[in-house]
């Protein structure tokens, strides 16, 4: 158990999002939202003026010297006041200045979400600002995706797009305008991320994923990556999740429709894979459809709209952010969501298959069909 003087030494916080008022004479409330306020008894008015001075900048023992002046309570009288309302979510106490956890305002805000979540903000920030992040293909969804992990205090990010903005893509892809329409679209969102924040070790890379080695080449001392590839469909996530596979990167695969998006995770060694869900999804009409795209001239339009693509976007790194920080078990689960519904659906489950070719260990030559449909080099 710590001693008193180590008490002392913290920085209890009411954590930013909590106003602290008054209720009638006898009651202090905290809270805002209609789902987390709590009442107190307060005759005296005494807890309202301790909660007044947690700040998150005064230690233990300025507070306690502080509120000795007006009212007698012993310390461990207000040790247990803190301990509910940190059970509560209400009260984070620090071992460091809120001041000084955050060397940028802008993710106060952050912080004060991640501890009003019961989180550890300053350790989470710590976390963001090392990880290495590559994004497969920088159009509507990787480029939202990009800016939202960039927002989120994400410091390193590799982009891998060989295209040019076209005037089409300027419906959903709003980091890009007019002007910069025939440019690269990862140097226009290089322009755009360091714009807003020069601390963002953005690189760029214009090579267009073919094959395995490319991928190994572009997802090599990364920590994560992000498939945001459309084409060609199936082969480009196939060609991802043997790279990832290879190096043990944990990875997202997203793609969309007019309706509905979806989403699925991988962790090498402990998940299946985008082969193991292709080869349990593997049926006469699937190699059909296949054959049909593969052989059809017909270039379709993207059927999306913007309120749709940020949806998406925010929806993928929202569920990336909750496995990152371990809160859910999000593998083997196929995500689907729709944008009508405004619903997310386990849409289809899914395991590591013995037989996959990139993570199975059998010599069974099960979806062999399949993969000559969608082979990858």
């Given at each position: 158990m710590?001693?008193k003087?180590?008490f002392?030494?913290?920085?209890?916080?009411?954590?930013?999002?909590?106003?602290?008022?008054?209720?009638?004479?006898?009651?202090?409330?905290?809270?805002t939202?209609?789902?987390?306020?709590?009442?107190?008894?307060?005759p005296?008015?005494?807890?309202?003026?301790?909660l007044?001075?947690?700040?998150g900048?005064?230690?233990?023992?300025?507070?306690?010297?502080?509120?000795?002046?007006?009212?007698?309570?012993t310390?461990h009288?207000?040790l247990?006041?803190?301990?509910?309302?940190?059970k509560?979510?209400?009260?984070?106490?620090?071992?460091?200045?809120?001041?000084?956890?955050?060397?940028?305002?802008?993710?106060n805000?952050?912080?004060?979400y991640?501890?009003?979540?019961g989180?550890?903000?300053?350790?989470?920030l710590?976390?963001?600002s090392?990880?290495?992040?590559a994004?497969?293909?920088?159009g509507g969804?990787?480029s939202?995706?990009?800016?939202?992990?960039?927002?989120?205090?994400?410091?390193?990010?590799?982009?891998?797009d060989?295209?040019?903005?076209?005037e089409?893509?300027?419906?959903?892809?709003f980091?890009f305008?007019k002007?910069?329409?025939?440019?690269k679209?990862?140097?226009?969102?290089?322009k755009?991320?360091?714009d807003?924040?020069?601390?963002v070790?953005?690189?760029?890379?214009?090579?267009r994923?073919?094959?395995?080695?490319?991928?190994l080449?572009?997802t090599a001392n990364?920590?994560w990556a992000?498939c945001a590839l459309?084409?060609?469909p199936y082969?480009s996530?196939?060609?991802?999740?043997?790279?990832?596979?290879?190096?043990?990167?944990?990875?997202v695969?997203?793609f969309?429709?007019?309706d509905?998006?979806?989403l699925?995770?991988?962790?090498?060694?402990?998940?299946?894979?985008?082969?193991c869900?292709?080869?349990?999804?593997?049926?006469?009409?699937f190699?059909k459809?296949?054959?049909?795209?593969?052989?059809?001239?017909?270039?379709?339009?993207?059927?999306?709209?913007?309120?749709?693509?940020t949806?998406?976007a925010s929806w993928?790194?929202?569920r990336?952010?909750?496995?990152?920080?371990n809160?859910k078990?999000l593998?083997?689960?196929?995500?689907?969501?729709?944008?009508?519904?405004?619903?997310?659906?386990p849409f289809?489950k899914?395991?590591?298959?013995?037989e996959c070719?990139?993570?199975?260990e059998s010599?069974?030559?099960?979806?062999?069909d399949?993969?000559?449909?969608?082979?990858?080099?």
């Amino acid at each position: 158990m710590a001693t008193k003087s180590a008490f002392r030494q913290l920085y209890p916080m009411l954590n930013k999002d909590k106003l602290v008022y008054r209720f009638g004479n006898t009651v202090t409330r905290v809270g805002t939202d209609d789902n987390d306020v709590l009442s107190i008894r307060d005759p005296t008015s005494k807890w309202y003026y301790l909660l007044t001075l947690l700040d998150g900048n005064k230690t233990l023992g300025q507070i306690y010297d502080l509120f000795n002046k007006s009212y007698d309570t012993t310390l461990h009288d207000i040790l247990a006041v803190l301990a509910k309302l940190e059970k509560e979510n209400a009260v984070t106490v620090l071992k460091h200045s809120f001041a000084s956890l955050s060397a940028h305002p802008r993710f106060n805000s952050d912080l004060t979400y991640y501890f009003s979540e019961g989180l550890n903000g300053g350790d989470i920030l710590k976390k963001m600002s090392t990880v290495k992040i590559a994004v497969l293909g920088a159009g509507g969804g990787g480029s939202q995706i990009v800016l939202q992990l960039a927002n989120m205090g994400v410091k390193h990010i590799h982009v891998v797009d060989p295209d040019n903005i076209d005037e089409s893509n300027l419906n959903r892809q709003f980091l890009f305008t007019k002007g910069q329409v025939g440019q690269k679209k990862v140097d226009a969102l290089s322009k755009f991320i360091n714009d807003r924040d020069s601390s963002v070790d953005l690189t760029i890379s214009y090579r267009r994923i073919r094959t395995v080695q490319d991928a190994l080449h572009e997802t090599a001392n990364c920590d994560w990556a992000f498939c945001a590839l459309d084409e060609p469909p199936y082969i480009s996530q196939r060609i991802v999740n043997r790279a990832c596979y290879l190096q043990k990167i944990p990875s997202v695969y997203a793609f969309s429709s007019r309706d509905s998006a979806k989403l699925f995770f991988v962790h090498p060694g402990k998940s299946g894979c985008a082969d193991c869900l292709l080869l349990q999804n593997n049926s006469d009409g699937f190699r059909k459809m296949i054959v049909g795209l593969q052989s059809s001239n017909f270039t379709p339009m993207t059927p999306t709209i913007s309120p749709n693509m940020t949806l998406e976007a925010s929806w993928i790194v929202r569920r990336w952010l909750d496995d990152f920080l371990n809160r859910k078990n999000l593998t083997n689960i196929l995500f689907r969501f729709d944008f009508n519904r405004m619903e997310e659906d386990p849409f289809k489950k899914f395991k590591q298959m013995p037989e996959c070719p990139t993570c199975g260990e059998s010599t069974d030559k099960a979806g062999d069909d399949l993969w000559k449909l969608i082979s990858i080099k």
